[in-house]
C-alpha cells in the first residue's frame, strides 16, 4: 500500500519562500506529482518527479529524494494567487494503468 | 479549447434515487479515471478506464459503476445513492502514449448532496 504524509497547513508572507514536504512510503514507486486546487476548484498539474533531484519551473521547484521517501514542493517569491492547497501524490507500481494515490493537501495560506 | 467536461456541477438528490454524472474530454485521451473528494481523505480514486470498454475499479468502487462506450466519454453511475456519497467528484484524463503520459486533466468537478 502507499502511505504520504504532508503537513495540513502552512501560513507565509507575500514575497517570501514556502517549503512544503511530502513523504511517502510505497510498496512500489514509479514518480511523486504535485498539484494546485484552489478551493472549489479542480486539481491542476505542477511537476513529476521521477528521478532524485530538483526540478524547476519558473517559481515552483520540485525536489525528490527516492531513498528517504521525500519530496518538497518550493514555492517562490509566493503571490496571494498562491493561497491554494497543495496536493502530493505518488504513482505506484501497474505501468500505465496506475492509480495514484494522493495525499490529504497542505492548505497554504499567503498573507500580505 | 482541451478541456474535460462535468455535468452536473451541482447536484442535491434523496437516497435511492438513480442519477448519472457525465464526463467527456475532447483530447482523444486513451485513460479516464473518476475521483472523489472529501474533507481530510483526500482524492480518492473509484474506477478508471484504459480504453474504450476496459474499465477497472480504483480504491473506492462500491457504489458506484461506470461504462466506457466511447472514447471521449466516461460517465460514473450510483445505482442507489446514499448518504455517504455526498462528495466532491472530479473527472479525469490524460493519454496513455505518444507524450507526456503522466499529467492527468480533472473536469471542474461535480458537488453531490445526498440527503
Known amino acids: 500500500g502507499q502511505n504520504i504524509d504532508q503537513p495540513t497547513e502552512m501560513t507565509a508572507t507575500e514575497g517570501a519562500i514556502v517549503q512544503i514536504n511530502c513523504t511517502y512510503q510505497t510498496s512500489g514507486f514509479n514518480g511523486l506529482f504535485w498539484y494546485q486546487q484552489h478551493a472549489g476548484e479542480a486539481p491542476t498539474f505542477l511537476s513529476y518527479n521521477v528521478l532524485d533531484g530538483l526540478e524547476e519551473k519558473g517559481r515552483f521547484s520540485s525536489f525528490l529524494s527516492r531513498s528517504k521517501g521525500y519530496s518538497y514542493l518550493l514555492l517562490k517569491e509566493l503571490q496571494m494567487k498562491d493561497s491554494a492547497s497543495y496536493l502530493c501524490a505518488v504513482r505506484g507500481p501497474g505501468g500505465g494503468s496506475y492509480i495514484p494515490t494522493f495525499g490529504r493537501g497542505t492548505s497554504l495560506i499567503v498573507h500580505p | 479549447e482541451a478541456q474535460v467536461t462535468q455535468n452536473p456541477r451541482y447536484l442535491i438528490t434523496v437516497t435511492g434515487k438513480k442519477l448519472t454524472v457525465t464526463c467527456s474530454q475532447n483530447m482523444n485521451h486513451e485513460y479516464m479515471s473518476w475521483y472523489r473528494q472529501d474533507p481530510g481523505l483526500g482524492l480518492r480514486q473509484i474506477y478508471y478506464s484504459m480504453n474504450v470498454e476496459v474499465t477497472d475499479k480504483g480504491d473506492v468502487p462500491e457504489g458506484y459503476k461506470v461504462s466506457r462506450k466511447e472514447k471521449r466519454n466516461f460517465p460514473l453511475i450510483l445505482e442507489s445513492p446514499s448518504p455517504n456519497q455526498t462528495s466532491l467528484y472530479f473527472c479525469?484524463?490524460?493519454?496513455?502514449?505518444?507524450?507526456?503520459?503522466?499529467?492527468?486533466?480533472f473536469g471542474p468537478g461535480t458537488r453531490l448532496t445526498v440527503t
Open positions: 479525469a484524463s490524460r493519454r496513455t502514449s505518444g507524450g507526456p503520459y503522466y499529467e492527468q486533466y
